[in-house]
């Protein structure tokens, strides 16, 4: 592994962990709508506030799938640098055993 992108690969190896870890506790702070919120006695007031936390419960979910999407993300671009750096070597390798001065 060459020495620079070292730091790049533990940064990006720290970051896809972090972004999958927080997504899933992200996750488990969804608030559930059952029971059925009680009556505030307004019927208006009980479609407003049943829409808010419909609202807040779909932004959640849609706020923990995008953190999910990044840390997969930056596990692809992790997996690359690898993937990259561990075929350049052996291409570095393979030229210097078959160079003959």
């Known amino acids: 592994m060459s020495a620079g992108?070292?730091?790049?690969h533990s940064?990006?190896?720290a970051a896809a962990s972090t972004f999958?870890?927080?997504s899933s506790?992200?996750?488990?702070?969804?608030?559930?709508?059952?029971?059925p919120m009680a009556g505030t006695g307004d019927a208006e007031l009980d479609k407003v506030l049943s829409a808010l936390l419909l609202s807040a419960a779909a932004l959640q979910a849609?706020?923990?799938r995008r953190l999910g999407a990044?840390?997969?993300?930056?596990?692809?671009?992790?997996?690359?640098y690898v993937s990259t750096?561990?075929?350049?070597?052996?291409?570095?390798?393979?030229?210097?055993?078959?160079?003959?001065?």
């Open 5 to 8: 992108y070292q730091v790049i």
């Open 70 to 80: 990044h840390g997969e993300a930056l596990k692809g671009c992790y997996d690359t």
């Open 62 to 64: 849609g706020f923990t």
């Open 85 to 101: 750096d561990a075929d350049v070597e052996r291409l570095f390798n393979t030229v210097l055993g078959a160079y003959k001065p």
């Open 25 to 35: 506790q992200v996750a488990n702070l969804r608030i559930p709508l059952t029971p």
């Open 20 to 22: 999958a870890r927080e």
């Open 11 to 13: 940064d990006l190896a």
